[in-house]
């Protein structure tokens, strides 16, 4: 069902399942998972009572973060329409896909640029096996998913490579994801080996939540998520975030707040949200 | 047997333009809204019950769309409610009738039985239906012959007219898939429900092929769960779930008996067959995987 369009594959991002008692042990519904707190935020049905639990304790902590991952679905959306239209990018590398909701990559590209390919990776069994059933291409390009690690860039790579042409250039997607590598795993070196592989002309998108707005409300919210969530967060501030963009061409408006980058309206542009997001194109 | 039990979220208007709404669906909003009322003018469902001649029951019947709506009844409700607008009365008023309106399965009502009936609704008004079948291939996606010797084992030798009108109420149900606005499909089938040969080799052959092509359509998303998998997720029987895009609308869990169905909506109940689908979806072949073993399995039929 992925496999219409390019390219004939051998099993992009497909294959066989772990045996059943593996896929067991890591569906865990007992502990919060982000996934599936972010759909709780998102107001979708795919969570338990752990992530709800959660996610309500973030709620009561900064009240904004029902928009906040509203704005960076929308920032994702708008990304990705500059990126397959302006940029000509046809190429997209997802990291840290989610469970699916309206407005998915591949759904945006394909829609501005018919053959667009996209591979979803995420770690979490529970979002791979949504993204394999629901994420799926109709005759305008091709999807391919990829379970891994983003701490882990070779498999990611490697994998990707089956579907995704290196020689050309291809648009890297970190929406909310680098929050949960902290500094000891060294976030920056990661984002630079993903760049190292993708030629000049290719562009990063990063959206992370920030560390310096809302500051007393999202620190609340982080201690109380680290407590809860299996996945731990890092806010970084903007400095700290402008540096993942460094040696790359930051797009306008730069990096600012994602509900600032490029609105469609007013009211897009004065919602609250406390992420920090940009687009930049490697030289 | 419970039923559907209100989601605890904020009141929201229902959605009166649903596309495929249905009747049931419009009862089950309906009956959301006339509960957060009841409940937002504190009054207990006996003292309700009391106002419109009846009993707590009648209202718990009610307030989970089982039912239709008199019109007197809810108008005597909103009043005790204490919604006087008039507006809000209107709207309220013209769900209600929109509710009591037939769907087009009524004509088929002396093969229905009651306990089917609000399944049919739900499938109409799904925007996703998860199924888990161990045994035989879902009435969405049966062929005519498959769903004559399904039938025939079901309800034994009726009569041929009995027969052709279940089979043809099944194929009218399958419209559905292809209609505007299709609900997205997305069924897990044990490996024993393919292999049992329903009707024979030929029938079963030319099923396999109908499920292969069905699986191609772009909101159909099929995966077989192997015998060497799946027994961690032991589901014990088939089940399915159905999900709303109104917001406020619970997932309903479809649980059906030889006499009789059961309609689970308490979170605690959906969170359970949820995880149970989770699993056995992550357990299954890979949709990729699963077009390569429906054509292993056909090839061996």
């Not at chain 1, 969530?229 to 540096?243: G, H, L, N, Y």
């Not at chain 2, 009502?109 to 879902?138: C, K, T």
């Not at chain 2, 044990?190 to 292969?212: C, F, N, S, T, Y």
């Amino acid at each position: 069902m992925t496999s219409e369009g390019s390219p004939p594959d051998p099993d992009p991002g497909d294959g066989t399942p772990p045996p059943a008692h593996e896929v067991a042990l890591e569906i865990d519904t007992s502990v919060a998972h982000v996934a599936r707190v972010y759909d709780y935020w998102l107001g979708g049905k795919d969570n338990f009572a752990a992530d709800r639990a959660a996610g309500q304790q973030a709620i009561e902590a900064y009240p904004d973060i029902v928009y906040s991952v509203r704005a960076n679905r929308a920032f994702l959306a708008r990304t990705v329409r500059y990126l397959a239209g302006e940029a000509g990018i046809r190429q997209f590398l997802d990291i840290g896909t989610g469970i699916p909701t309206a407005n998915n990559t591949h759904e945006v590209a394909q829609e501005v640029a018919p053959g667009s390919n996209v591979v979803y990776v995420d770690n979490d069994p529970v979002v791979l096996t949504h993204a394999r059933a629901l994420l799926v291409s109709g005759q305008h390009g091709h999807t391919s998913y990829i379970d891994a690690d983003l701490r882990d860039t070779k498999p990611i790579l490697a994998e990707a490579a089956q579907t995704l042409d290196f020689s050309q250039p291809v648009a890297i997607m970190l929406m909310a994801i680098l929050q949960h590598i902290d500094e000891a795993e060294d976030p920056y070196a990661i984002v630079n080996s993903l760049l190292a592989a993708v030629p000049p002309g290719s562009y990063l998108a990063i959206s992370h939540p920030a560390g310096d707005i809302e500051t007393e409300a999202m620190a609340q919210m982080a201690e109380r998520l680290n407590k809860l969530m299996a996945e731990k967060v890092t806010f970084r501030t903007r400095p700290q975030v402008a540096r993942f963009f460094d040696g790359l061409e930051l797009v306008e408006p730069g990096m600012v707040r994602v509900q600032e980058w490029r609105p469609a309206s007013e009211i897009e542009a004065k919602s609250p949200a406390a992420l920090w997001g940009g687009v930049a194109r490697k030289p | 047997m419970s039923a559907v039990q209100p989601s605890d979220e904020l009141p929201r208007e229902p959605a009166k333009d649903e596309p495929r709404g249905g009747p049931t669906v419009l009862r089950i909003m309906l009956g959301n809204q006339l509960r957060r009322l009841r409940e937002a003018a504190d009054i207990t469902p006996d003292e309700a019950g009391y106002e419109i001649r009846g009993s707590r029951s009648k209202i718990s019947r009610i307030e989970h769309g089982r039912v239709g709506f008199k019109e007197r009844d809810i108008e005597d409700l909103l009043t005790l409610y204490g919604v006087t607008d008039e507006q809000m009365r209107a709207g309220m008023l013209a769900l209600a009738r929109q509710a009591n309106s037939p769907g087009w399965w009524a004509k088929y009502n002396d093969i229905l039985p009651e306990w089917f009936e609000p399944y049919l609704g739900l499938e109409m008004a799904a925007s996703l239906i998860r199924n888990f079948e161990i045994q035989f291939v879902h009435g969405l996606f049966q062929t005519e012959d498959y769903a004559r010797a399904v039938t025939a084992l079901g309800y034994g030798p009726v009569s041929t007219d009995e027969t052709e009108r279940r089979v043809s109420l099944r194929m009218r149900r399958q419209e559905l898939l292809t209609g505007v606005d299709p609900p997205r499909v997305w069924f897990v089938i044990d490996e024993a429900a393919l292999r049992r040969p329903i009707g024979g080799r030929q029938v079963m052959r030319a099923q396999l092929k109908h499920l292969l092509e069905a699986a191609s359509l772009p909101n159909v998303t099929i995966q077989v769960v192997p015998f060497r998998r799946g027994g961690h997720a032991a589901a014990g029987g088939s089940f399915t779930i159905l999900r709303f895009a109104a917001p406020d609308l619970p997932d309903v869990v479809y649980l059906e008996h030889l006499t009789s169905a059961l309609y689970l909506d308490d979170r605690r109940d959906v969170d359970h067959y949820m995880e149970v689908m989770n699993r056995l979806s992550a357990e299954a072949h890979t949709p990729v995987a699963t077009t390569k073993f429906l054509k292993e399995i056909m090839q061996e039929m």
